[in-house]
T-cell receptor, first 115, second 113 residues
Framework: AQSVTQPDIHITVSEGASLELRCNYS??????LFWYVQSPGQGLQLLLK????DTLVQGIKGFEAEFKRSQSSFNLRKPSVHWSDAAEYFC?????????????WGLGTSLAVNP | DGGITQSPKYLFRKEGQNVTLSCEQN?????MYWYRQDPGQGLRLIYY???????QKGDIAEGYSVSREKKESFPLTVTSAQKNPTAFYLC????????????FGPGTRLTVT
């Protein structure tokens, strides 16, 4: 069965430090991969996506993610974290169910940023 | 400005009452989705619709109902049969030709007492 795992439930980093959020997926074919961010009490915003091609993808707010097929991973990175990056981050993979296209979601990683 | 709107932001109901959550989009998207979010459980799919007048159950459809009479609108009714309706509800839509990509509304927090 297809699944997405975000191993870290909660991460705390200092402002200005680098960040890496982990995402592992289980999927037989070439996956469609996404990272979303959610501020408290808000909807989700798409940070970046991978469909094919260059395995290093750039997103909004200075985030990037690298697709590694050999490791079934799609980790999110940012070189220098800002206090405003404190939020919940979700990784998702596209699931094709006949003519219906849905996303399988990880449980999220909560990011806290220390001043 | 184009976008997805959900109303109201906060909703309070007494146990045993049905309640309908609104989701409207003016993005000309074909597909629309309803998710439920509970702390520590991520997003769980309730219902989705790929086209007008058609919708399918998601992973946790019991106690919920939807309609899709217009492309722009996908209301969700939380019925009295839903055992634990208190949650944060998120609506999303997906543009044609964009594989799996979903855009979200701001959400509605439903509290049932």
């Amino acid at each position: 069965a297809q699944s997405v795992t975000q191993p870290d439930i909660h991460i705390t980093v200092s402002e200005g430090a680098s960040l890496e959020l982990r995402c592992n997926y289980s999927y037989g074919a070439t996956p469609y991969l996404f990272w979303y961010v959610q501020s408290p009490g808000q909807g989700l915003q798409l940070l970046l996506k991978y469909f094919s091609g260059d395995t290093l993808v750039q997103g909004i707010k200075g985030f990037e993610a690298e697709f590694k097929r050999s490791q079934s991973s799609f980790n999110l990175r940012k070189p220098s974290v800002h206090w405003s990056d404190a939020a919940e981050y979700f990784c998702a993979v596209g699931r094709n169910a006949g003519n219906n296209r849905k996303l399988i979601w990880g449980l999220g990683t909560s990011l806290a940023v220390n001043p | 400005d184009g976008g997805i709107t959900q109303s109201p932001k906060y909703l309070f109901r007494k146990e045993g009452q049905n309640v309908t959550l609104s989701c409207e989009q003016n993005l000309n998207h074909d597909a629309m989705y309803w998710y439920r979010q509970d702390p520590g459980q991520g997003l769980r799919l309730i219902y989705y619709s790929q086209i007008v007048n058609d919708f399918q159950k998601g992973d946790i459809a019991e106690g919920y109902s939807v309609s899709r009479e217009k492309k722009e609108s996908f209301p969700l009714t939380v019925t009295s049969a839903q055992k634990n309706p208190t949650a944060f509800y998120l609506c999303a839509s997906s543009p044609p030709g964009h594989k799996y990509e979903q855009y979200f509304g701001p959400g509605t927090r439903l509290t049932v007492t």
